[in-house]
């Protein structure tokens, strides 16, 4: 079934570990997004792709970095974990052309300790 | 760029009775407008759009509407069930390479 993957579902880490957060989606989506979410509250945008070799920072000021380079693929990396960096990351795409609204994969609850 | 204002923040209701939330945006180009419903621990899930060239739009117990002078759309939620409690985010969208704009969210909390 087509869908957006994220893994994994939970992590918890050290203070200082480099960790990288996995989002694939086989709907052939050429926009892909990440958002940082906090228990039931707003979704804030940290970094977004329009295609392969794309990569844009959202409105978050955030340490991590992503790539593109397959379509189907866009991992987001946290090169030095904080405790402040303990949320919820949220991947979604989006088709491209008309107007379409986001799939949101389920998620990564991120605790780092 | 664009604003979008959601109120209320929650929203408590008995069961059967309806519910409204609503969003309010600042950039007149956009037009698309999305609701997700994200219900405790799982994903938001797109439930209902509507597009600018359309005032309300229906499917079953959910209805959105759009007034487009006064910039404001609206998600209508009749007969409420318990199941029904979640979190919605109302958005604005202009399309094209535009990132849509999310409002803060609504807790709907439905009380049988």
């Known amino acids: 079934e087509a869908d957006i993957y994220q893994t994994p579902r939970y992590l918890v880490i050290g203070t200082g570990k480099k960790i990288t957060l996995e989002c694939s989606q086989t709907?052939?989506?050429?926009?892909m997004y990440w958002y940082q979410q906090d228990p039931g509250m707003e979704l804030h945008l940290i970094h977004y792709s329009y295609g392969v070799n794309s990569t844009e920072k959202g409105d978050l000021s955030s340490e991590s970095t992503v790539s593109r380079i397959r379509t189907e693929h866009f991992p987001l990396t946290l090169e030095s974990a904080r405790p402040s960096h303990t949320s919820q990351y949220l991947c979604?795409?989006?088709?491209?052309?008309?107007?379409?609204?986001?799939?949101f994969g389920s998620g990564t609850r991120l605790t780092v300790v | 760029g664009e604003n979008v204002e959601q109120h209320p923040s929650t929203l408590s209701v008995q069961e059967g009775d309806s519910a409204v939330i609503k969003c309010t945006y600042s950039?007149?180009?956009?037009?698309?407008f999305p609701w997700y419903k994200q219900e405790l621990g799982k994903r938001p899930q797109l439930i209902i759009d509507i597009r600018s060239n359309v005032g309300e739009k229906k499917d079953q117990r959910i209805a959105v509407t759009l007034n487009k002078t006064a910039k404001h759309f609206s998600l209508h939620i009749t007969e409420t069930q318990p199941e029904d409690s979640a979190v919605y985010f109302c958005a604005a969208s202009r399309g094209g390479s535009y990132i849509p704009t999310f409002g803060r969210g609504t807790s709907l909390i439905v009380h049988p």
């Open positions: 950039d007149s180009a956009s037009n698309y």
């Open positions: 709907m052939g989506h050429d926009k």
């Open positions: 979604a795409s989006s088709g491209q052309g008309a107007i379409y609204g986001y799939t």
